[in-house]
């Protein structure tokens, strides 16, 4: 969950290299942030507490002086609370090695207690702060050299990190990850290196890159990058990769906020996502028709995205998904077998909870197919199949285009099931011209007059039924995420059996209406509501005299969920934006969550 960015080379900035990179990775992590840098034979660490984007300058003790070798981090708190103590670079207590993390180091506590037995103090309640001292033990307990006591500590490390390490005495830069994701840039200057959580990073300075995998070290010194495998010690060589990725892409523009820029580029995405291979579908496809037992995973929206892929395989292609979030996975183990097949989505690829439950599916010989928008990422990599949902850098916090471009393929997924593909992939054009046509500032003016209206609530509710159920609960989801106002999504029919008792005056329920068979029903459930003085809000193709207030959308038959989810991206990003909040960092999320 945290930005991760480390140089090396001949550039004698690279700790203000650092800050511009961490700049950059703000959306994975923005609790605190520091830097450290290895001036002449000094570490020099300046870190703090808020975002690294209101950082303007670092201090005069690092900028006054050339450094050729930096690391920062941006971070999402997990072990200790927000404080200066807790921001990384660690320091051993010798001060000699500063770190960086990413992940839990689920056995720390086991390791703090052993080294205060050998008089180690702990400044900080993070489990970060243990490998620094592990480090400094190895090398002071048996005169190992740095690099040898790095990876001496992570033998005895249990649980995800991506860990950066420097030495004030070294001009060596060491990297490791196991869970959490690190990658290599070559810089365009003889002897360049740098390392990100995640490729924009270093955009602006290379493209070329080359991947660490799980359980795999670097080595970066003057004569260049070494590999290796940290449980066996063995070389390990990594082939160099140009990303074709425009910086471009990853900047506002003229939009306020990223999430904004996100949801108006829905106009295009949608039809780059169905712009696949067909070759390629039809072999996923196949896949789903030859598995015994085909499950269907994702966590938070992705997990919203699996649950409505149920409905739609159901529907469209009269074909039993099981749904599971990627969390609860694991539980479901003993229905496995080497004949099932393992459909993962996220928009990462990096996932903690869905990596994890493809080790347990691999463990049981299933097949692992992914969707994702990142094709260079963990989960790609280790997929038997992948489909790219090719969204483009998503850097809000709340996914929006990454959301309707995974309902987008799941969509043409279960048309091609049916041996409909090319019946899918009309609907889909159909629909992206549809969205082209909805998005305008019109349309925007109208869902931010009713954000205005509702900013002041304490709780809304959402209902949806069949196809729409699951939208209800990613409506919910965005919701929360952004305006932090308490929402709740339900299936209609579940409402007279425990939530109703929730209504009262004025109480906002959006009813999510599709043109199908279940309107009647919806607005049935709606009209209960309605009587028991709740404010109804009716996202529909058509107005209903239930409605206090309505949004439309175009009737987009199986394709509703796509354009339904839309309008409720749009009002809780403008309430966000009127109770003051920040659409694109909200409290206590991060982008990528890579920790379990």
């Given at each position: 969950?945290?930005?991760?960015?480390?140089?090396?080379?001949?550039?004698?900035?690279?700790?203000?290299?650092?800050?511009?990179?961490?700049?950059?990775?703000?959306?994975?992590?923005y609790d605190s942030w520091g830097i450290a840098c290895k001036i002449g034979n000094h570490l020099e660490v300046e870190r703090h507490v808020g975002k690294i984007s209101?950082?303007?300058?670092?201090?005069?003790?690092?900028?006054?002086?050339?450094?050729?070798?930096?690391?920062?981090?941006?971070?999402?708190?997990?072990?200790?609370?927000?404080?200066?103590?807790?921001?990384?670079?660690?320091?051993?207590?010798?001060?000699?090695?500063?770190?960086?993390?990413?992940?839990?180091?689920?056995?720390?506590?086991?390791?703090?207690?052993?080294?205060?037995?050998?008089?180690?103090?702990?400044?900080?309640?993070?489990?970060?702060?243990?490998?620094?001292?592990?480090?400094?033990?190895?090398?002071?307990?048996?005169?190992?050299?740095?690099?040898?006591?790095?990876?001496?500590?992570?033998?005895?490390?249990?649980?995800?990190?991506?860990?950066?390490?420097?030495?004030?005495?070294?001009?060596?830069?060491?990297?490791?990850?196991?869970?959490?994701?690190?990658?290599?840039?070559?810089?365009?200057?003889?002897?360049?290196?740098?390392?990100?959580?995640?490729?924009?990073?270093?955009?602006?300075?290379?493209?070329?890159?080359?991947?660490?995998?799980?359980?795999?070290?670097?080595?970066?010194?003057?004569?260049?990058?070494?590999?290796?495998?940290?449980?066996?010690?063995?070389?390990?060589?990594?082939?160099?990769?140009?990303?074709?990725?425009?910086?471009?892409?990853?900047?506002?523009?003229?939009?306020?906020?990223?999430?904004?820029?996100?949801?108006?580029?829905?106009?295009?995405?949608?039809?780059?996502?169905?712009?696949?291979?067909?070759?390629?579908?039809?072999?996923?496809?196949?896949?789903?028709?030859?598995?015994?037992?085909?499950?269907?995973?994702?966590?938070?929206?992705?997990?919203?995205?699996?649950?409505?892929?149920?409905?739609?395989?159901?529907?469209?292609?009269?074909?039993?998904?099981?749904?599971?979030?990627?969390?609860?996975?694991?539980?479901?183990?003993?229905?496995?077998?080497?004949?099932?097949?393992?459909?993962?989505?996220?928009?990462?690829?990096?996932?903690?909870?869905?990596?994890?439950?493809?080790?347990?599916?691999?463990?049981?010989?299933?097949?692992?197919?992914?969707?994702?928008?990142?094709?260079?990422?963990?989960?790609?990599?280790?997929?038997?199949?992948?489909?790219?949902?090719?969204?483009?850098?998503?850097?809000?916090?709340?996914?929006?285009?990454?959301?309707?471009?995974?309902?987008?393929?799941?969509?043409?997924?279960?048309?091609?099931?049916?041996?409909?593909?090319?019946?899918?992939?009309?609907?889909?054009?159909?629909?992206?011209?549809?969205?082209?046509?909805?998005?305008?500032?019109?349309?925007?003016?109208?869902?931010?007059?009713?954000?205005?209206?509702?900013?002041?609530?304490?709780?809304?509710?959402?209902?949806?039924?069949?196809?729409?159920?699951?939208?209800?609960?990613?409506?919910?989801?965005?919701?929360?995420?952004?305006?932090?106002?308490?929402?709740?999504?339900?299936?209609?029919?579940?409402?007279?059996?425990?939530?109703?008792?929730?209504?009262?005056?004025?109480?906002?329920?959006?009813?999510?209406?599709?043109?199908?068979?279940?309107?009647?029903?919806?607005?049935?459930?709606?009209?209960?509501?309605?009587?028991?003085?709740?404010?109804?809000?009716?996202?529909?193709?058509?107005?209903?005299?239930?409605?206090?207030?309505?949004?439309?959308?175009?009737?987009?038959?199986?394709?509703?969920?796509?354009?339904?989810?839309?309008?409720?991206?749009?009002?809780?990003?403008?309430?966000?934006?009127?109770?003051?909040?920040?659409?694109?960092?909200?409290?206590?999320?991060?982008?990528?969550?890579?920790?379990?």
């Open positions: 969950m945290c930005g991760i960015f480390g140089y090396f080379g001949p550039q004698n900035n690279a700790a203000q290299m650092a800050l511009e990179g961490l700049k950059n990775l703000e959306y994975r992590g209101d950082a303007k300058a670092l201090k005069p003790d690092i900028t006054q002086h050339p450094n050729h070798i930096a690391i920062g981090h941006s971070r999402w708190a997990t072990h200790g609370g927000v404080t200066e103590k807790n921001a990384h670079p660690h320091l051993s207590q010798d001060n000699k090695v500063a770190i960086v993390h990413n992940g839990i180091i689920e056995n720390y506590a086991e390791l703090r207690e052993e080294l205060k037995g050998f008089g180690y103090k702990f400044r900080s309640e993070t489990d970060t702060e243990t490998v620094a001292h592990l480090i400094e033990y190895f090398m002071d307990h048996g005169n190992h050299s740095f690099v040898d006591s790095f990876s001496m500590a992570l033998k005895r490390l249990e649980g995800r990190y991506a860990l950066l390490a420097i030495h004030r005495d070294e001009k060596t830069l060491i990297a490791a990850r196991k869970g959490s994701p690190l990658i290599v840039g070559i810089g365009a200057l003889d002897n360049e290196y740098f390392i990100g959580s995640d490729v924009p990073a270093f955009l602006e300075h290379t493209n070329r890159v080359m991947y660490l995998d799980d359980n795999q070290m670097v080595v970066i010194k003057k004569a260049g990058a070494t590999f290796s495998d940290t449980r066996t010690d063995e070389k390990v060589e990594r082939r160099v990769v140009e990303l074709t990725l425009n910086i471009e892409k990853a900047e506002k523009g003229s939009y306020s906020h990223f999430m904004l820029k996100e949801i108006m580029e829905q106009k295009n995405t949608l039809s780059l996502a169905i712009n696949q291979d067909p070759a390629l579908i039809q072999k996923m496809a196949k896949a789903i028709k030859n598995a015994y037992g085909t499950f269907m995973i994702g966590c938070g929206t992705a997990g919203k995205v699996a649950q409505t892929g149920e409905y739609l395989f159901s529907r469209i292609a009269k074909k039993h998904i099981n749904f599971t979030f990627g969390s609860e996975f694991a539980y479901h183990k003993e229905f496995l077998t080497d004949r099932s097949l393992l459909i993962c989505i996220s928009q990462s690829g990096e996932t903690a909870d869905t990596l994890e439950a493809i080790e347990v599916a691999r463990d049981k010989g299933v097949k692992i197919a992914s969707i994702v928008n990142v094709e260079s990422s963990t989960m790609a990599r280790v997929s038997d199949i992948v489909l790219p949902i090719k969204a483009g850098p998503e850097k809000a916090v709340a996914s929006t285009k990454a959301t309707t471009s995974q309902l987008a393929i799941l969509t043409l997924l279960a048309y091609a099931t049916a041996g409909k593909l090319a019946e899918g992939e009309q609907l889909l054009v159909a629909t992206a011209g549809k969205i082209n046509d909805m998005l305008n500032p019109r349309y925007e003016d109208h869902i931010r007059a009713l954000a205005d209206k509702i900013m002041h609530v304490e709780s809304m509710y959402i209902i949806g039924r069949g196809l729409n159920y699951p939208i209800a609960l990613e409506a919910a989801i965005k919701l929360q995420e952004v305006s932090y106002i308490h929402a709740e999504g339900f299936a209609g029919g579940e409402l007279k059996h425990g939530p109703i008792a929730l209504i009262s005056e004025g109480t906002p329920c959006i009813a999510i209406v599709a043109n199908d068979e279940t309107r009647a029903d919806i607005l049935s459930n709606a009209m209960e509501i309605k009587s028991r003085g709740g404010h109804i809000i009716g996202v529909s193709p058509e107005n209903s005299e239930i409605f206090d207030d309505w949004i439309r959308v175009p009737d987009a038959g199986n394709a509703s969920p796509i354009v339904n989810i839309i309008p409720i991206q749009i009002l809780a990003y403008h309430l966000g934006v009127l109770r003051q909040n920040n659409p694109d960092m909200p409290r206590n999320l991060a982008k990528s969550v890579t920790v379990k």
